[in-house]
């Protein structure tokens, strides 16, 4: 089992940079594929980006790639979320997730066992 926990968000303008990060606790994380998902409210949870145990394979949503990038410390057990060229699209609740043997693609939300509490962010236009 993993516990997980995000941290920062915040308040950012249209074209700003934020950089999520993920603290979990257990002792094989490097077992756990990670994926962040965002909410936003009146919506379905989406995809944003995953990574394998091993970092050594990532995944990125349409609507994020070339702007968002996931990395993965297993040392530290930290995920991170770099995010780029922010959009008031972006903003959302982003949640920090993980699973250990998923039977869905690391794409489908519904792969993630574990998840975090969520960090609001917020992009100004």
């Known amino acids: 089992q993993v516990q997980l926990e995000e941290s920062g968000g915040g308040l950012v303008q249209t074209g700003g940079s934020l950089r999520l990060s993920c603290a979990a606790s257990?002792?094989?994380?490097?077992?756990?594929?990670m994926g962040w998902i965002r909410r936003t409210p009146g919506r379905e949870p989406e995809f944003v980006a995953a990574i394998t145990g091993s970092g050594g394979k990532t995944h990125s949503a349409d609507s994020v790639r070339g702007r968002f990038t996931i990395s993965r410390d297993n040392a530290k057990k930290m995920v991170y979320l770099q995010m780029n060229s922010l959009k008031p699209e972006d903003t959302a609740v982003y949640f920090c997730?993980?699973?250990?043997?998923?039977?869905?693609?690391?794409?489908?939300?519904?792969?993630?066992?574990?998840w975090g509490q969520g960090t609001q962010v917020t992009v100004s236009s």
């Open positions: 997730a993980g699973v250990n043997r998923p039977l869905y693609g690391l794409d489908d939300v519904r792969a993630y066992e574990y």
């Open positions: 257990g002792r094989t994380f490097s077992s756990y594929d």
